[in-house]
Structures are given as C-alpha cells and as structure tokens.
C-alpha cells in the first residue's frame, strides 16, 4: 500500500530565511506527487506537481520541490519566507493507474516569525 | 475564477443521525471526491465518483456513508447514522480529466464541512 510520511509536524521560522518541508513516499508502482496548501479557513490549492519530465518543479510564488526516486522523496523549499507563507502544508501522491484519488501526508504547519 | 463550495460550513448533529453534506463542483468537471480529516490527522480518501456511478472507495466508505449526484450540479455525501467518530472535516474535491493517465490530474478542493456528532 502506498503511504506518505512528513516528518515535521511543525515547523517554525523567521521571516526571510529559507525552509525546507519534508517529504517521503512509499509506493511500489509509480506515482504522481503533489503539494497543497491550506490557509486557514480555507480549502486545499495546488501549490505544485510532478507529474513527469523535469525532477525539480516550481510554483509561482516562489517554492520549489524537487523529485528524487532514489530517496523516494518530494521535499518543499523555500529560499526566503514571508510572514503571508503561513499555513498548513500537505504532501500527496496519487497512483498513475487510479481514478486519481490522493494519498495524503500528516501535513506541516509552517509558522513564519518576523 | 470558479471554484468548488460547499454547505453548510458547519454541521452539529446528534449521533444516530442522519447528515447530508453538499458540494456544487467546478461546472465542467468530470471527477469528484469526498474527503475527510479527523482533527489532528491526515486528510484521507472517502470515495471518487464519476459518470454517475462510484469509481474507487476507500475500507472508511462503509455502507453508512453514500454519494449522490442528484442534479448536473449537486454532489452530495450522505452519513445515515452518525457516530462520534465520524466528526471530521469534510472536503469535496473536483478534477477536469476525461481519461486517467491524461491531463493535468489538478483537484480543485472546496472550503470544507466540519460535521460534529454529539
């Protein structure tokens, strides 16, 4: 059975400094891997994905995730965090041959300091 | 932009009870999912569903809980007698695809249903 695993439930920083959230897989067949976000009262957006191609994937504000097969891993970085990068961050995977229903990790609230 | 919503925002309901959670879908979406996160857990997969009928579900989809798409824009989640253990937050969640292993495999989530069961 496939699972997800972030290691950091929380995790707290100080504006501009970089950040790095943690995530790890388990999975037997191939898999597509995602990160979401939720601000509070809010739902879960896409932050960013890998689907194929590229092993390091980007989004638009800034936050990149890298794949790594070998260490069956999808990090998240940051280079410098704003106080508005604060919210609850989920690591997901899906099964390439599924109706695509997403596994999710524990989440990691991400709690930025000025 | 749309978005997916759902109602009420949230729902407190005597255990034995009967609950129905509602979704309105992204419009032109083809595949919809009920998800839960109990407090302090991780979101799980409850069930997916697509041309009106139930894709995969998940051992927590027992035969308490159904899905309903009653109209073209309704997606519902009835429990049909609640337990404490089902009080959770409840998120619905839309993707556009019309073949798996096509397309971009984005699910949009609504803003959720916290179900409290006294």
């Known amino acids: 059975a496939q699972s997800v695993t972030q290691l950091d439930s929380q995790v707290p920083v100080f504006e501009e400094a970089p950040v790095e959230l943690r995530c790890n897989y388990s999975?037997?067949?191939?898999?597509?891997l995602f990160w979401y976000v939720q601000y509070p009262n809010q739902g879960l957006q896409l932050l960013l994905k890998?689907?194929?191609?590229?092993?390091l994937v980007e989004s638009i504000n800034g936050f990149e995730a890298e794949f790594n097969k070998s260490q069956t891993s999808f990090h998240l970085r940051k280079p410098s965090v704003h106080i508005s990068d604060t919210a609850e961050y989920f690591c997901?995977?899906?099964?390439?041959?599924?109706?695509?229903?997403?596994?999710f990790g524990k989440g990691t609230k991400l709690s930025v300091k000025p | 932009e749309p978005e997916v919503t759902q109602t009420p925002s949230h729902q407190v309901t005597q255990m034995g009870q009967e609950v129905i959670l509602r979704c309105v879908p992204i419009?032109?979406?083809?595949?919809f999912y009920w998800y839960r996160q109990i407090l302090g857990q991780k979101v799980e997969f409850l069930v997916s569903?697509?041309?009106?009928?139930?894709?995969?579900k998940s051992e927590i989809f027992d035969d308490q809980f159904s899905v309903e798409r009653p109209d073209g824009s309704n997606f519902t989640l009835k429990i049909r007698s609640t337990k404490l253990e089902d009080s959770a937050m409840y998120f619905c969640?839309?993707?556009?695809?019309?073949?798996?292993?096509?397309?971009?495999?984005?699910?949009?989530f609504g803003p959720g249903t916290r179900l409290t069961v006294t």
């Open positions: 969640a839309s993707r556009k695809e019309a073949r798996t292993g096509t397309g971009s495999y984005e699910q949009y």
């Open positions: 419009s032109n979406h083809l595949y």
């Open positions: 997901a995977v899906t099964l390439r041959a599924s109706q695509g229903n997403l596994i």
């Open positions: 999975s037997s067949v191939s898999v597509y």
């Open positions: 569903f697509y041309n009106n009928e139930i894709s995969e």
């Open positions: 890998y689907l194929s191609g590229s092993t």
